[in-house]
């Protein structure tokens, strides 16, 4: 029989889109949730689709973040959940959101998101919440999947990614020397 193990830590990160003008904190909100800001990437225009137009208005933006305090991958359901709770809190005048998070996590060998819609390559991990691999590490860099958004497949995205894992790596190396 399978010897059952703890899962390696990973590193908490959240994919924003956001209206430009937003006047509200959401980095602060994020940190009560994830910890403090480890990196961010530079806000860039949000051009790939026009999905969120509708609901959030034109000209977005897009904007990468990364948490220092390592997790557990279990725990990506539940920091869904809460960055759910964060959307909803700061809407438009229509009802519509002023920013939408996506919460993921990086590991050494992935970068899964989360999702609360339902599709065939998507997992369910329970409470309306599934789990997507967006990203796999491999020949040492991030390689996009067939179902990987585009804004994920360029290079900002890709190398924020790499830096995200570079952190991880050393938080990881940290905690196997204090042991």
Same mark, same amino acid.
């Not at 609360?116 to 991990?125: F, G, P, Q």
């Given at each position: %029989?399978a010897?059952?193990? &703890?899962? &390696? /830590?990973?590193?908490p990160v959240t994919?924003? #889109?956001?209206?430009?003008? @937003?006047?509200?904190?959401i980095c602060?909100?994020?940190e009560?949730i994830?910890?403090?800001?480890e #990196?961010?990437?530079?806000?860039?225009p949000?051009?790939?689709?026009?999905?969120?137009c509708?609901e %959030?208005?034109?000209?977005l933006? /897009? &904007?990468?973040?990364?948490?220092?305090d @390592?997790?557990?991958p279990d725990?990506?359901?539940?920091?869904?959940?809460?960055?759910?709770e #964060?959307? +909803?809190?700061? @809407?438009?005048? =229509?009802?519509? /959101?002023?920013?939408?998070?996506?919460?993921?996590?990086?590991?050494l060998s +992935? @970068? #899964?998101?989360?999702s609360?819609?339902?599709?065939?390559?998507r997992?369910?991990?329970? /409470?309306?919440?599934?789990?997507?691999?967006?990203l796999v590490? =491999? &020949?040492?860099r991030?390689?996009?999947?067939e179902?990987?958004y585009?804004?994920y497949r360029?290079?900002?995205?890709?190398?924020?990614?790499? *830096?995200? *894992?570079?952190?991880?790596?050393? =938080?990881?190396?940290?905690?196997?020397?204090?042991?």
């Amino acid at each position: %029989m399978a010897e059952i193990k &703890q899962p &390696q /830590r990973t590193l908490p990160v959240t994919g924003l #889109i956001f209206v430009p003008d @937003l006047n509200v904190d959401i980095c602060k909100e994020l940190e009560n949730i994830f910890g403090a800001i480890e #990196i961010k990437s530079s806000s860039i225009p949000f051009r790939h689709t026009e999905y969120y137009c509708e609901e %959030m208005g034109d000209n977005l933006s /897009r &904007q990468w973040i990364a948490f220092g305090d @390592l997790i557990l991958p279990d725990a990506l359901a539940e920091f869904k959940l809460k960055t759910n709770e #964060i959307e +909803n809190k700061h @809407l438009n005048e =229509k009802g519509g /959101r002023l920013v939408n998070i996506d919460p993921g996590t990086v590991s050494l060998s +992935n @970068l #899964i998101l989360a999702s609360t819609k339902n599709y065939s390559h998507r997992v369910y991990l329970g /409470r309306g919440i599934y789990a997507e691999v967006t990203l796999v590490y =491999k &020949q040492k860099r991030f390689t996009p999947l067939e179902w990987t958004y585009p804004d994920y497949r360029e290079d900002e995205a890709l190398d924020f990614f790499a *830096r995200a *894992r570079e952190v991880l790596k050393h =938080k990881l190396s940290e905690l196997e020397r204090s042991r």
